[in-house]
C-alpha cells in the first residue's frame, strides 16, 4: 500500500520516493484509485508519461500531483473486433487541461460517437484490482 501525503495545493510526495521507478510509483497510485503526473519544479512542465528526468530541463526533481481531469479528444480511431471478443471499441489520445497527452479510451459512447475536440473527464477504472485511466464525456460535448 503506498504510503502518501497530499498538501492544499494537490502536490503529491511519497517518502522514499527514489527507491521506487516512477513508473511504479504511478501504477501503484493508479491501483490505489489515484490518478497522478509528474510536474518538475525548476522549470514547471507538466509531464506524462511518467519519467525520471523532465524532458524540458533536464532536472530529477520532479513531484506528483493529481491533475484536474479534464480534457479534449486530440485524435481517436476505433479498434474493430468480432461481437463474440468484446465488440469495437475506440483508443483515444487525450490533451489534459494540464498540458500532457496520453492514450486512454473513452467509455459511454459507441466508437463511432467519439469525436476530435469532445470534452472529456478522466477517472481510475480498476479493471482485476489494477487501475487504468479511461474518460468519460461531459454532458456538454454529447452529440
Not at 501504477?27 to 506524462?48: E, H, Y
Not at 469495437?88 to 466508437?111: C, F, H, K, T
Not at 475536440?117 to 485511466?133: K, N, P, S, T, W
Amino acid at each position: 500500500m503506498l504510503s502518501c501525503f497530499v498538501n492544499p495545493l494537490t502536490e503529491f510526495t511519497q517518502p522514499n520516493q527514489l527507491s521506487q521507478s516512477s513508473q511504479r510509483i504511478y501504477q501503484d497510485a493508479l491501483d490505489a484509485g489515484r490518478f497522478l503526473i509528474q510536474r518538475c519544479s525548476v522549470c514547471g512542465q507538466n509531464i506524462f508519461y511518467p519519467r525520471e528526468f523532465c524532458p524540458g530541463c533536464g532536472s530529477s526533481d520532479l513531484n506528483w500531483m493529481h491533475p484536474s481531469g479534464g480534457g479534449s479528444v486530440y485524435a481517436v480511431t476505433t479498434v474493430r473486433r468480432k461481437p463474440e471478443s468484446g465488440g469495437d471499441y475506440n483508443v483515444s489520445l487525450i490533451d489534459l487541461d494540464e498540458g500532457v497527452r496520453l492514450m486512454s479510451r473513452v467509455q459511454g459512447l459507441a466508437p463511432s460517437a467519439v469525436r476530435i475536440g469532445m470534452r472529456v473527464r478522466g477517472r481510475v477504472f480498476l479493471d482485476e484490482g489494477r487501475g487504468i485511466v479511461v474518460f468519460d464525456p461531459l454532458e456538454e460535448s454529447m452529440p
